[in-house]
């Protein structure tokens, strides 16, 4: 019987590695093409739920999309710093009311992923995009494990996202041709995903916070690569992954030298605003890709 792999082989590690660095010095150059700000299209016909919208990224894609026109829905922990960002957004905007409205959801708890599914499900309404954006990096902290029991990267950025994109197919499905875009990270391609120890509790592996990212965002690529082949054609329901960069976020805020020293260099980071036209490019896009053929990985 062939052994079991238990990690990365130095050649797996080098390369993955190279993929990060590649990102975080050019990353401004190949997106340079963009203009800013990005004119979308109205999208007055679309429905779309983003995970983590009160801050980041989140926040800026549920803004431009709700003033495309969308109907959108913010789901998120706290619903109160939602609301107030929706009243700061309308007293700015010149267009039509915006059409927002904010949904109670906890990632770190597999009850709260169902009790949000089963209420957007019971409206038997269409919904057309579903973008996974809240995640969790928490640099150089213990281990720390849901009430679920789960590793808490591993739920957050895998486990729960996964949970709630699959009890809502039968809305995607209802929406179709609609789509599934998990937010990643090129840092996946440093991760590895151990399917018999996925809290890293055995000692096979010693836990740190960048191992038990990098796992997850590994084991978010593979989910969306397997849900994607499994799903039949028919369905209309295209699923994406897409690395934003490296971005201003208060989780790059905190992030450790090695990772900053791109900044002291004058590499930095792209604004959320910038990054954010990745997200909405290819959450435009996927509408026609999923009719011709597409990827898993932007």
Not at 86 to 91: H, K, L, V
Not at 172 to 190: A, D, E, F, K, T
């Given at each position: 019987?062939?052994?079991?792999?238990?990690?990365l082989?130095?050649?797996?590690?080098?390369?993955?590695?190279?993929y990060?660095?590649?990102?975080?010095?050019?990353?401004?150059?190949?997106?340079?093409?963009?203009?800013?700000?990005?004119?979308?299209?109205?999208?007055?016909?679309?429905?779309?739920?983003?995970?983590g919208?009160?801050s980041?990224i989140?926040?800026?894609?549920a803004r431009?999309?709700?003033?495309?026109?969308?109907?959108?829905?913010?789901?998120?922990r706290?619903?109160?710093?939602?609301?107030?960002l929706?009243n700061?957004w309308?007293?700015?905007?010149?267009?039509?009311?915006?059409?927002?409205?904010?949904?109670?959801?906890?990632l770190?708890?597999?009850?709260?992923?169902v009790?949000?599914?089963?209420?957007?499900?019971?409206?038997?309404?269409p919904?057309?995009?579903?973008?996974?954006?809240?995640?969790?990096?928490?640099?150089?902290?213990?281990?720390?494990f849901?009430?679920d029991?789960?590793?808490?990267?591993?739920?957050?950025?895998?486990?729960?996202?996964?949970?709630?994109?699959?009890?809502?197919?039968?809305?995607?499905?209802?929406?179709?041709?609609?789509?599934?875009?998990?937010?990643?990270?090129?840092?996946?391609?440093?991760?590895?995903?151990?399917?018999?120890?996925m809290n890293?509790?055995?000692g096979?592996?010693?836990?740190?916070?960048?191992?038990?990212?990098?796992s997850?965002?590994?084991?978010?690529?593979?989910?969306?690569?397997?849900l994607?082949?499994?799903?039949?054609?028919?369905?209309?329901?295209?699923?994406?992954?897409?690395s934003?960069?490296?971005?201003?976020?208060?989780?790059?805020?905190?992030?450790?030298?090695?990772?900053?020293?791109?900044?002291?260099?004058?590499?930095?980071g792209?604004?959320?605003?910038?990054c954010?036209?990745?997200?909405?490019?290819?959450?435009?896009?996927?509408l026609?890709?999923?009719?011709?053929?597409?990827?898993?990985?932007?």
């Amino acid at each position: 019987m062939a052994k079991r792999k238990q990690g990365l082989g130095w050649i797996e590690w080098l390369r993955g590695w190279m993929y990060v660095i590649y990102e975080m010095l050019f990353q401004r150059i190949t997106a340079s093409h963009l203009h800013n700000p990005l004119e979308l299209p109205p999208l007055s016909d679309l429905t779309c739920i983003v995970t983590g919208s009160t801050s980041g990224i989140g926040r800026e894609i549920a803004r431009q999309l709700a003033e495309a026109g969308a109907h959108v829905v913010m789901a998120v922990r706290n619903p109160k710093a939602a609301h107030e960002l929706i009243n700061q957004w309308s007293a700015s905007w010149h267009g039509l009311p915006l059409n927002i409205e904010v949904m109670q959801l906890d990632l770190l708890s597999l009850d709260s992923v169902v009790t949000f599914a089963n209420a957007w499900n019971a409206r038997l309404a269409p919904l057309h995009v579903l973008i996974n954006n809240a995640g969790i990096f928490s640099i150089g902290e213990p281990q720390k494990f849901s009430k679920d029991g789960f590793e808490e990267h591993m739920q957050v950025n895998h486990l729960a996202p996964a949970l709630l994109s699959i009890l809502l197919l039968p809305s995607l499905i209802r929406g179709s041709p609609s789509r599934i875009i998990n937010v990643n990270s090129v840092m996946h391609y440093v991760g590895f995903v151990d399917t018999e120890d996925m809290n890293a509790v055995t000692g096979k592996r010693k836990y740190s916070s960048l191992l038990g990212y990098t796992s997850s965002k590994l084991a978010q690529v593979m989910f969306s690569s397997v849900l994607h082949k499994r799903l039949p054609v028919e369905a209309g329901v295209n699923v994406v992954c897409v690395s934003p960069g490296i971005v201003h976020t208060n989780v790059v805020n905190h992030m450790v030298y090695v990772i900053l020293c791109e900044f002291s260099c004058g590499l930095e980071g792209r604004s959320v605003i910038h990054c954010v036209k990745t997200m909405v490019i290819v959450n435009n896009m996927t509408l026609v890709q999923y009719k011709v053929g597409h990827g898993i990985f932007y």
